[in-house]
């Protein structure tokens, strides 16, 4: 049995604004995806690790990643049109000795290896699915037309990152009910673990980690090179 990693990088960041592909914009001298690949392969218990590609970039992707010597097997193929659909397809593709799967976004390239593990672990030892998980900054409001409609309980509520893990039978069930659920149904889902609320899976929560942070806006970049940078002048990189 083998516990396989998906790397969903298939996404154009219009948030980051215009120029390469996020997974490819770099950071201290390396792509996004190639920091995050690190991440899994220097996991434990990560074998396999499978790359869905913005579909123009698939070779070019290819060749940069033949460059590294991961002590993982690396595997690209091309995304879909949204996220959902590069998962989907990398699950389809995944060998049938495969049975735990982590999701993992590229655009998350600092999440630490130790993350990568404690939630393959807590998959292995005792849930169908996991994900971890950190406490809001901020203080959250339902807004509509401009109003203030209530305060949500920040104390009840986290922002939940990847690497997100699942036994794969379920994690292939909840995207196969997915793929024939409607729009409105799917409008609210925006991660692996949401679908597999959606079957009534147990996904169970654990500490996540800041440097798991997902880099989304042009500050982020900023900060992901500076935390880059103070890794590698603690040596810790
Ligand atoms: N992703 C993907 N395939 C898509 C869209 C997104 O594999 N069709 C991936 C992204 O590459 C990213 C992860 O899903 O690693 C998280 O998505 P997000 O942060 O939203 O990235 P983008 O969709 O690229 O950014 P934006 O929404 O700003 O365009
Ligand atoms: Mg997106």
């Given at each position: 049995?083998r516990?396989?990693?998906?790397?969903?990088?298939?996404g154009?960041?219009?948030?980051?604004?215009?120029?390469?592909?996020?997974?490819l914009?770099t950071?201290?001298?390396?792509p996004?995806?190639?920091?995050?690949?690190?991440a899994?392969?220097?996991?434990r218990?990560?074998?396999?690790?499978?790359?869905?590609?913005?579909?123009?970039?698939v070779?070019?992707?290819?060749?940069?990643?033949?460059?590294?010597?991961w002590?993982?097997?690396v595997?690209?193929?091309p995304?879909?049109?949204?996220?959902?659909?590069?998962v989907?397809?990398?699950?389809a593709a995944?060998?049938?000795?495969?049975?735990?799967v982590l999701?993992?976004?590229?655009?998350?390239?600092?999440a630490p290896?130790?993350?990568?593990?404690?939630?393959?672990?807590?998959?292995?030892?005792?849930?169908?699915?996991?994900v971890?998980?950190?406490?809001?900054?901020?203080?959250v409001k339902?807004v509509?037309g401009?109003?203030?409609?209530?305060?949500?309980?920040?104390q009840?509520?986290r922002?939940?990152?990847?690497?997100?893990?699942?036994?794969?039978?379920?994690?292939?069930?909840?995207?196969a009910?997915?793929?024939?659920a409607?729009e409105?149904e799917?409008?609210?889902?925006?991660?692996?673990?949401?679908l597999?609320?959606?079957l009534?899976?147990?996904?169970?929560?654990?500490?996540?980690?800041?440097?798991?942070?997902?880099?989304?806006?042009?500050?982020?970049?900023?900060?992901?090179?500076a935390?880059l940078?103070k890794?590698?002048?603690?040596?810790?990189?």
């Open positions: 049995m516990t396989a990693a998906i790397v969903p990088a298939a154009r960041g219009e948030r980051l604004g215009p120029g390469t592909p996020k997974a914009r950071i201290g001298g390396a996004l995806l190639v920091h995050a690949v690190r899994l392969a220097r996991a218990a990560v074998d396999l690790i499978v790359v869905a590609a913005p579909s123009d970039d070779l070019a992707v290819e060749r940069l990643l033949a460059d590294f010597e002590g993982a097997e595997r690209v193929l995304g879909g049109e949204d996220r959902r659909e590069s989907a397809r990398a699950l995944l060998p049938a000795e495969v049975d735990v999701v993992h976004d590229a655009a998350r390239p600092l290896p130790e993350l990568v593990d404690a939630v393959a672990a807590a998959v292995r030892e005792r849930a169908d699915a996991c971890p998980v950190v406490p809001l900054a901020d203080t339902e509509a401009g109003t203030v409609v209530r305060t949500l309980d920040r009840q509520l922002a939940v990152q990847t690497p997100q893990g699942f036994r794969r039978f379920l994690l292939a069930k909840a995207h009910w997915a793929a024939e409607g409105q799917l409008a609210t889902i925006t991660d692996d673990a949401g597999v609320e959606k009534g899976g147990c996904v169970v929560a654990i500490p996540g980690a800041e440097e798991a942070f997902k880099v989304t806006r042009p500050l982020d970049l900023v900060v992901a090179e935390l940078a890794q590698r002048a603690d040596g810790a990189r």
